[in-house]
């Protein structure tokens, strides 16, 4: 397997994950809605992924009508991906408490600011994609082009057309099968 360059991504592997993914446990929820994690938990579910909460502070509790789990071993289904919005030097204990998760997600992300290499490489020889660096709410807006709306160059042109989303305000997708 080549190695992976974790300083630039190319475009179609995020879009591809993104496209794939539908089951996200979010490490390091929030129920504070300044919280970075709770804006992208709730622009994530607002874009049908089923993101599952994860925070042992909150265990048992509900976040946007989910339950939030103390760690990734609660969670009683497969994820797709685990999102890791805890500092670089947390992100090698979560990743491998996802290598130990059966069966194995297929995406580990670490959020913005959050890097660390060892936890990729791990990761990596056992066939899980490692993101580092990102923000699945910015590359999705990005790619979809909801990010331009706000003025910001997504160096993505597009003629999609916004769509409805419910209650009277517009979205762009990157078009995920079964949404």
């Known amino acids: 397997m080549p190695a992976v360059n974790h300083d630039s991504y190319d475009d179609a592997l995020i879009r591809r994950i993104l496209r794939e993914v539908k089951t996200i446990a979010l490490v390091g929820a929030s129920a ?31 976040l946007f009508g989910k339950t939030v789990y103390g760690s990734l071993k609660e969670i009683p289904r497969p994820i797709d991906m685990v999102e890791i919005f805890r500092n670089s030097e947390a992100a090698g204990p979560i990743t491998d408490e996802a290598l130990a998760l059966e069966p194995l997600p297929k995406v580990i992300w670490m959020q913005l600011s959050v890097r660390n290499d060892a936890a990729a490489a791990r990761a ?23 990010i331009g709306w706000q003025g910001i160059n997504s160096r993505i042109i597009s003629n999609k057309k916004p769509q409805l989303a419910g209650k009277g305000f517009q979205k762009l997708t990157i078009n995920r099968p079964g949404t």
Request: glycine content about 10%; some cysteine.
């Open 32 to 62: 504070n809605e300044a919280r970075p994690s709770w804006i992208v938990t709730k622009y994530l579910l607002d874009r049908d992924y089923d993101v599952i909460p994860v925070n042992p502070g909150l265990a048992g509790q509900t």
């Open 124 to 146: 990596e020889a056992r066939g899980v994609t490692v993101i580092m660096n990102r923000c699945p709410k910015i590359e999705y807006g990005r790619l979809s082009g909801e």
